[in-house]
């Protein structure tokens, strides 16, 4: 079992920043891929990106590339998210999820445990 805590969430204006946190308990963090998803209103949970167990590969959606990075470390049991250059249209909730095993993997029901969600609102 895999305990996450989202945190880092809130009202950005367009073009600014913001770092979210993925904080993980119980099993052996490193052993995790983890994901990170979004969901808007209205809207289905979509990939955002995500991070293999060691930290060596990442991979992103096409909308967040070049502006989204991700990042972990292991010491620490959390995962990080860098959302620069944020859009109005990156509002929505965001949740990260592990993945037993080394690599990540871009759909949503590949992942066994999920976060409660931080809610990121960008302001044009």
């Known amino acids: 079992q895999v305990q996450l805590v989202e945190s880092g969430g809130g009202l950005v204006q367009a073009g600014g920043s913001l770092r979210l946190s993925c904080a993980a308990s119980?099993?052996?963090?490193?052993?995790?891929?983890i994901g990170w998803f979004r969901q808007a209103p209205g809207k289905e949970r979509e990939f955002v990106g995500a991070?293999?167990?060691?930290?060596?590969?990442?991979g992103y959606a096409d909308s967040v590339k070049g502006r989204f990075t991700i990042s972990r470390d292991n010491a620490k049991n959390t995962v990080y998210l860098q959302m620069n250059s944020l859009k109005p249209e990156d509002t929505a909730v965001y949740y990260c999820?592990?993945?037993?095993?080394?690599?990540?993997?871009?759909?949503?029901?590949?992942?066994?445990?999920w976060g409660q969600g931080t809610q990121v609102t960008v302001s044009s």
């Open positions: 999820a592990a993945k037993g095993g080394t690599r990540y993997t871009y759909y949503i029901t590949g992942y066994d445990y």
């Open positions: 119980g099993r052996t963090f490193n052993n995790y891929a």
């Open positions: 991070i293999s167990w060691s930290g060596g590969s990442t």
